[in-house]
């Protein structure tokens, strides 16, 4: 007599085997839109770039304005570094935003890094870049005199798409952007000396310009293009060759700067943080300038900086949501030469503990992105998203 079938609640004396249902790890329960921009909202906007990849829906809820209308109200906006690159011999520039890597798992150790790296900003038909016609209010990058003496574009930092502005009234060549109180001073390289055409400010809110009128003293001293300009305390400080004028909106004065030896050294890598000028230079790294003494001034505390002195020369200083961001490169060898080499970046926060000593720590070092050894460095600035 043959024996009945064995039942699988039977088999082997186990409990019956129930398939289930494998869950997909990927899947995310649906939530109303407005509950998921709430938790983005809170969310560093660090991670927005590996958040994008999770799915569509995602990478819309992410460029879209409520979202950022949400972080402004819960207070939750912070600063976005963004650099611009050139790749010979292409002539457009890239331009490109800092973020986390994907799966970071961050672990404290002796080279204090964090896991960060430049990602490229995905929009497209980038407009040429002026370096020192660039600047940012708020959540958008100006671009002034980049396409053109005239031209201004802005990149929107939070949809990360470009615009057209009202056109320059005059042709700036080789524009300065500088911004005092929420509006855009651009001055250029004189063509005439007609008073009207050698600074204009830009107002972003009503999107107008309007000249700034020149008294002959100014107009004589204003002859000459700008190599450097800088706002602290409210003055627009700008220097071309041996002349240097100040610019004062809120009082409408002019004055001439003098101790120029001293502000000569500024080069391409600096910044202002709370009203102090600091300053990368290659003998004595990062320093700080007291405008009371006239005298350059050594950041204490800076031991875990890495020495920049075997690296490529192009430094550069950044404002980083009052804190510095330095940028360099250092070349990899590939055999018998360098075919390429690695973008680096610092941030150091700074604690001012008395009027003669500025301190800074090291928070993180990174590679950030690797490029052709061609490649330029065009600018570095943040943008508050």
């Given amino acids: 007599m043959s024996s009945p079938p064995t039942s699988p609640a039977t088999t082997n004396g186990e409990e019956p085997l129930v398939k289930k249902q494998k869950k997909n790890p990927s899947q995310i329960p649906l939530l109303p839109d ?13 991670h927005y770039g590996t958040l994008s990849l999770v799915s569509k829906s995602f990478r819309s809820l992410i460029a879209s304005p409520e979202l950022y209308k949400t972080r402004s109200l819960l207070g939750r906006t912070e600063s976005c570094l963004y650099v611009c690159l050139r790749f010979p011999p292409e002539r457009n520039q890239r331009w490109f935003t800092l973020s986390l890597k994907p799966n970071n798992r961050t672990v404290a150790n002796n080279n204090k890094s964090s896991c960060n790296l430049l990602v490229p900003v995905p929009t497209s038909n980038y407009p040429h870049a002026q370096d020192l016609g660039l600047v940012a209010v708020g959540s958008n990058i100006y671009n002034f005199g980049g396409s053109g003496p005239s031209s201004v574009s802005i990149l929107d930092c939070q949809t990360h798409t470009w615009h057209e502005a009202p056109s320059m009234r005059v042709k700036q060549y080789y524009p300065h952007a500088n911004v005092v109180d929420g509006k855009i001073y651009v001055a250029g390289r004189c063509i005439d000396l007609e008073s009207s055409n050698w600074m204009e400010v ?3 809110k009503t999107q107008t310009w309007e000249p700034l009128l020149l008294a002959p003293l100014e107009r004589r001293r204003c002859t000459y293009s700008i190599s450097k300009s800088v706002v602290i305390e409210g003055g627009i400080y700008m220097i071309g060759g041996d002349i240097g004028v100040v610019y004062k909106p809120r009082e409408g004065k002019w004055e001439e700067i003098r101790s120029l030896e001293e502000l000569g ?21 990062i ?38 961001a ?22 150091i926060s700074l604690e001012r503990r008395n009027s003669k000593e500025i301190w800074g720590k090291v928070e993180w070092v990174d590679e950030v992105l690797t490029v052709p050894v061609s490649c330029e460095t065009v600018f570095a600035l943040s943008a508050t998203v």
Avoid: H, Q, T
């Avoid at 001034?297 to 920049?308: F, Q, R």
């Avoid at 330095?326 to 941030?347: D, F, H, P």
């Fill in 265 to 285: 050294c500024l080069g391409v890598s600096y910044c202002v943080i709370g009203n102090v000028l600091y300053c990368y230079g290659s003998r004595n790294g």
């Fill in 34 to 46: 407005d509950v998921l921009v709430s938790c983005l909202a809170r969310v560093s906007r660090l």
């Fill in 326 to 347: 330095i940028l360099w490169n250092k070349y990899l060898r590939s055999g018998s030469g360098y075919n390429n080499k690695m973008i680096w970046c610092a941030v």
């Fill in 287 to 324: 320093i700080w300038y007291d405008f009371k003494i006239r005298k350059w001034m050594n950041i204490k505390g800076l031991e875990d900086l890495p020495k920049l002195v075997n690296c490529d020369c192009v430094v550069r200083s950044v404002e980083y949501g009052g804190k510095i």
């Fill in 202 to 204: 830009f107002d972003p």
